[in-house]
Every structure is written in C-alpha cells, then in structure tokens.
C-alpha cells in the first residue's frame, strides 16, 4: 500500500483560514451529541468468521485539534458525528448512535418498543438491539417504521424482528407509500453502478486516520454486513394520519420527493417529540447523492419543512433523526427546522433566479453565496451535500445535463478528448509538467483536470498517475464534504493501488426477494445486451398460481418486454410457480437445474432459456472510475 503524503503549504494555510472564518468557540452541539448518553459502544460488530462489520473505535483518533490534512470544519463534524452510544433522548425515547453510518431509535411503549429505522446491516441491528435492552430491559418489538426507502433504514431488520414475527402478525412494519417500489428499485436497477461509487462516496476502502477516511459527514461510513428487508405490512398514504402501537401514539407527514422518493415525518404527541426522518439533519443534504439517484425536489423539501413547523411547532420539545444528534427546546428546535428550511428553499429559487439568466449550473455553483445566517448556522453546512453539487443537481432537475452551448452537444468521449489535449499540449509529458506546475502552484482543481486527461490518453504513465493522486490526496485534505474527501481520497487510492471493487453491496437477497413480476422484468430487460440480442427472438410465459397472474415475455430487436394482457398462440417455453419464488429467476435460475432449485416448472422448448441467458450481460462491479 502506498504512503499518504503530507498536506502542502497551499492547504495549511486554507485550513488555517477557515478556522477564522466560522465559530468554533460554539459548543452548543457538543452538548446536545453527548446528552443524555446511557452506555457508549463496548465492542465491534463481528461476523460469524470474525470478519469485523462495524467498529466505530477506528474513529477514536477524531478528536482534539484537526490535523493539518483535514478541513479543521469536517473534523468538527466527525468528532460529533462519531459519539457512539445508547443516547436518552427523552424519557420513554432512546436511540442508538455510532453502531453504522445511521441512527435507530426505540420508543417505549406499554410493554414493548417501537423501532424507528434499522441501520444498514443485521448485525449491526442486532447490536444496537442488544445495547438498548442490556440497559432498558428485554422489551419485545411491537412494530418497526422505516422513516423512507434508503438502505440505511430498512437493511437491519433483520436483527430486530424475524419474517416469521411479521408474518404471525406479531409486529407491525410501518412504511411511507411507495416504499417498496423505491427502495427495491434504487438497489436493484442502478445498483452495481451506486454501489461502486458508493464504495468511493463513504471511503470504504481507505484506512483510517487523518490522511485518510475520517467520516461522511452524515456519519461515518457505511457497515459491511448483510443487509436485508421485510415487507412493510402498513403503508401510510396521508399528512395526518395516526397510529397507535402498544399505547405509542404516532402522528406522521408524508415528504415524498424530498431526501427520499418515498419519506415521512413522524411526531410522538405524548413525548413532545418529532422524528425528522432524515429531512432535517446537522448538515446542508444531498440533492443529489455523489453515489447517484434521482434528483430531488428542493422545493418540496422547504415546503414541506414549513408544514412541519406550522403542524407542531407550537408543541414540540425535541427533534431527532434518524442521523446526528437531537435539539432540544421549542424556540430552539424552530430555528433548527427553519434554517434548514431557509437553505433549501435558498438554494432552489436562487438556482431558478440565475439560470433565467443565462447561466450554467458550474458558473451557479461559484456564484452561489449563502446568506450569512445560514453559512454560519453549522447544521447547514455542506458535510454531506455541498453547494457547488447540489445546484448543479437543481439545474439538472430544471434543465436537463446540457447547457445550451452546442459545442458541448456532441463532445468527444474523455479518452477521445484526451488524446486530443495531449496531442495539442504537445504530448502526455507536457501535460504531466503542465499539471505539476499546476500543482506546485497550488492550482489543484486546474492539476486535476490536465492530469485526468493525461491519465485518459495514457492510463499506465506513472508520473501521470502520481501527479493526479497527489492532487486528488490535496483536494480531499482541503474539502469540508465528507463525501469529495472521500472520493478524492479513494481516486487516490485506487490510483496508486489498484481498484478496491465494491466493498458494500445493497442488492442482497431480501432486496431482490421484493421485487414484483414487473419490477423484475424490468431488472432482467436492464441486463439485455442490446446489439448481442438484435437477431434473438423469444417468448416466455410465467405462470404464477399463487396470485392467478400471467405474463408473457418478449425479446425482440435487442428489448425483452412484457405483458400482463391475454396472448394468443402459445409461448415458446412456459415457467409455472408462485410470486415468492419467481425473484430467483434474477439471481440466475434460467437453467434446468437452478429452476429446479427454485421450485420452477417448465413446459416448452428448454433451449430458449438458454438463449436469454446467452443475451444477458451483468453490471461490472469493480468498473473503472478514474481511469479509462
């Protein structure tokens, strides 16, 4: 493994500047993170072969004054966002923080506990799980809501509640309407691409310490155990609705379209208490996430916080999410929710003000100031979202990826225009002394994009790739987003050591087990190699006789669809079976012997399977990012 190197002159005295430049001496949100703390984290989350999935102790060394190879800010936040314990919220409330990137929150009810949000993995469910009863007593689960369709929220069910719990009817799933559809499809259609990057987003693979990862802003990083999911068993459709579970009254707020496709808010009456899902953090979010997703609604994010405020703002004595710490204090917990409700409303009508105007989303991006009560608020600064990535995401939600130049209309592909740049450069070496002068003069984002194009002409130039790792090692030391320190960092990493793959996967087997018949024609038709399929014909019935539906399944001209609709004639093969068992066709039953296995019939030419299969054409895990 390579040796990090230290951080230039150039980034000392950035970091030194920033620390003049915001109030450090505030201390308010040291308190509030270490309120109410019951017992810290004793031990790491191990799997059955020892593999280590969690341990938070890695980030003990965030801590004291930051180091000169970190932003003095995101420290800041990592030293917060890495207090790790069972945390008393109010009395009746208590959440588990520091076990995985997210929080779970328990509320007592009259013999049991309500779950709010699972974490990522299982284990680390049942780890936060055993923490709170080791100190609260054995309460039994009487319903789990996951707050939206995030993996974050939902994957550790597991280690909570068992299908069969759910199934007898013993615990309740709570879920915001069209959870299922989103959390599945996020994780399944899009998920080998999401999942590489996420590998860069939350630097999963990068050791830790002060040159390296020191946390995601919004949390640490990400677990690596087994992330699962149970079916919600009631979904919640209105702003207003109420549920009562185990005498735990529950009032919630639909927020579609905000930091999740499918999200709710949730208020406690009888503890004072609104859970904000993740719509009102510590930090300016995400709209849109580095890893990737659809692009989310600013505006409806403001609105909806305003609605918050105006339901229970007159009440309400604490707020706490499913990350970060809580506020407490009604006048304290308005300010909270109005700042963050000022900075995406600020964002959008800003974005909208000046691309009437004629500008881009990169030259919005630099135009772009806060006003100064909210860039010197903490909770919206930009740990986890940025301002320069989420305008150009308000642009691109607007107006689309082009800008209007038609020279961009049709640019060359980055191997094609690098080639092109070192040629007019006068070849790779002067690109290579361009960028280094670039460097040395502590030019790094111009460093950047001269050593990326020598990197794209010519991948195994090693003074190329040296002088494009220690610009990226530079701009990630600088960065105050956790999420740019991580992707710097890891483009470094991988630029000196070889790519690290996909060290966190979310399309897991519970995942895929929810996927409906259409959703998963629609995963299998994604995997079509369109020009390898141009002269493949074949059709497919499927069967199912638990639910009496059927589909017939079509590929033609490089497309495989389907229909729902009666067909004339008969299909070329027919697979009888049940809607439970029908996922496994994605996880590559399409021979005779994993139909078997999957308790699949076939009737039919057995051949034409073998021809789909033929066809289909996987995502790369492990797909290069910067390199060619």
Same mark, same amino acid.
């Given at each position: =493994?390579?040796?990090?190197?230290?951080?230039?002159?150039?980034? %000392?005295?950035?970091?030194?500047?920033?620390?003049?430049?915001?109030?450090?001496?505030?201390?308010?949100?040291?308190?509030? +993170?270490? &309120?109410?703390?019951?017992?810290?984290?004793?031990?790491?989350?191990?799997?059955? @072969?020892?593999?280590?999935?969690? @341990?938070?102790?890695?980030? *003990?060394?965030?801590?004291? #004054?930051?180091?000169?190879?970190?932003?003095?800010?995101?420290?800041?936040?990592?030293?917060?966002?890495?207090? @790790?314990?069972?945390?008393?919220?109010?009395?009746?409330?208590?959440?588990?923080?520091? =076990?995985?990137?997210?929080?779970?929150?328990?509320?007592?009810?009259?013999?049991?506990?309500?779950?709010?949000?699972?974490?990522?993995?299982?284990?680390?469910?049942?780890?936060?799980?055993?923490?709170?009863?080791?100190? &609260?007593?054995?309460?039994?689960?009487?319903? %789990?809501?996951?707050?939206?369709?995030?993996?974050? /929220?939902?994957?550790? %069910?597991?280690?909570?509640?068992?299908?069969?719990?759910? *199934?007898?009817?013993?615990?309740?799933?709570?879920?915001? #309407?069209?959870?299922?559809? /989103?959390?599945?499809?996020?994780?399944?259609?899009?998920?080998?691409?999401?999942? &590489?990057?996420?590998?860069? =987003?939350?630097?999963?693979?990068? +050791?830790?310490?002060?040159?390296?990862?020191?946390?995601?802003?919004?949390?640490?990083?990400?677990?690596?155990?087994?992330?699962?999911?149970?079916?919600?068993?009631?979904?919640?459709?209105?702003?207003? /609705?109420?549920?009562?579970?185990?005498? %735990? &009254?529950?009032?919630?707020?639909?927020?579609?379209?905000?930091?999740?496709?499918?999200? =709710?808010?949730?208020?406690?009456? @009888?503890?004072?208490?609104l859970c904000a899902a993740e719509d009102a953090t510590h930090n300016l979010h995400n709209l849109l996430t580095l890893r990737g997703a659809v692009v989310r609604d600013p505006k409806a994010w403001s609105n909806y916080l305003t609605e918050t405020i105006d339901l229970w703002g007159a009440d309400v004595e604490v707020v706490f999410a499913s990350h970060h710490w809580p506020t407490w204090g009604r006048e304290r917990v308005v300010e909270f929710l109005s700042l963050q409700r000022d900075l995406y409303g600020y964002l959008h009508d800003q974005t909208l003000r000046l691309l009437n105007k004629g500008l881009t989303g990169p030259e919005i991006a630099e135009e772009m100031v806060l006003p100064p009560a909210l860039e010197n608020a903490w909770s919206t600064r930009g740990y986890y979202g940025s301002v320069s990535h989420n305008v150009k995401a308000i642009y691109q939600r607007y107006l689309g990826w082009f800008d209007g130049n038609p020279a961009h209309l049709w640019e060359h592909v980055p191997v094609e225009r690098a080639k092109r740049y070192a040629k007019l450069a006068g070849g790779v070496d002067a690109l290579v002394a361009n960028a280094r002068e670039a460097f040395d003069a502590g030019d790094y984002r111009w460093a950047a994009e001269v050593a990326n194009h020598a990197v794209f002409a010519e991948p195994d130039h090693a003074d190329a790739r040296e002088v494009l790792a220690d610009t990226y090692e530079q701009l990630g030391y600088g960065s105050e987003n956790g999420t740019w320190r991580d992707f710097y960092l890891s483009g470094a990493t991988e630029l000196r050591d070889g790519q690290f793959g996909t060290p966190t996967e979310t399309t897991a087997p519970d995942v895929i087990g929810q996927l409906t018949p259409a959703m998963l024609f629609d995963a299998i038709a994604i995997t079509v190699n369109g020009p390898k399929a141009w002269d493949e014909k074949l059709s497919i019935d499927v069967a199912l006789t638990d639910v009496d539906e059927r589909y017939r399944l079509r590929l033609a001209n490089g497309v495989l669809t389907y229909s729902a609709a009666p067909q004339k004639g008969d299909a070329d093969v027919t697979l009888t079976t049940t809607k439970r068992a029908l996922p496994a066709l994605a996880t590559g039953a399409l021979t005779a012997e994993g139909l078997a296995q999957a308790g699949i019939e076939l009737s039919g030419d057995a051949s034409v399977l073998g021809r789909l299969a033929a066809v289909l054409d996987p995502g790369d895990k492990n797909f290069a990012i910067v390199t060619p």
């Open positions: =493994m390579s040796t990090p190197k230290p951080a230039t002159p150039t980034i %000392v005295q950035q970091q030194q500047a920033l620390k003049q430049s915001l109030p450090f001496s505030d201390t308010r949100d040291f308190e509030d +993170a270490n &309120r109410g703390l019951v017992a810290a984290i004793e031990a790491p989350v191990l799997a059955d @072969d020892g593999t280590v999935l969690w @341990d938070n102790s890695t980030y *003990d060394f965030v801590t004291g #004054e930051a180091p000169d190879t970190v932003n003095p800010s995101l420290w800041r936040q990592s030293t917060l966002a890495a207090t @790790d314990g069972l945390f008393e919220v109010v009395p009746g409330i208590y959440q588990v923080r520091g =076990m995985d990137l997210s929080n779970t929150s328990f509320v007592e009810g009259d013999e049991g506990v309500v779950v709010i949000d699972t974490l990522l993995s299982a284990e680390t469910g049942a780890a936060a799980l055993a923490l709170y009863r080791k100190h &609260r007593g054995d309460r039994p689960v009487k319903a %789990v809501i996951y707050t939206h369709s995030h993996a974050d /929220h939902f994957g550790g %069910v597991k280690g909570f509640v068992s299908q069969e719990e759910v *199934d007898a009817g013993a615990v309740k799933i709570f879920a915001p #309407e069209g959870f299922i559809e /989103h959390a599945v499809s996020e994780n399944v259609y899009a998920g080998t691409a999401m999942n &590489r990057r996420a590998g860069y =987003m939350y630097g999963a693979a990068l +050791a830790r310490g002060p040159q390296g990862g020191v946390g995601a802003g919004l949390g640490q990083t990400l677990s690596i155990g087994l992330v699962s999911l149970i079916a919600p068993t009631d979904l919640v459709t209105t702003t207003g /609705h109420e549920e009562v579970v185990d005498g %735990v &009254r529950m009032v919630f707020q639909m927020a579609p379209g905000t930091e999740a496709p499918s999200e =709710m808010l949730i208020y406690l009456p @009888d503890f004072r208490a």
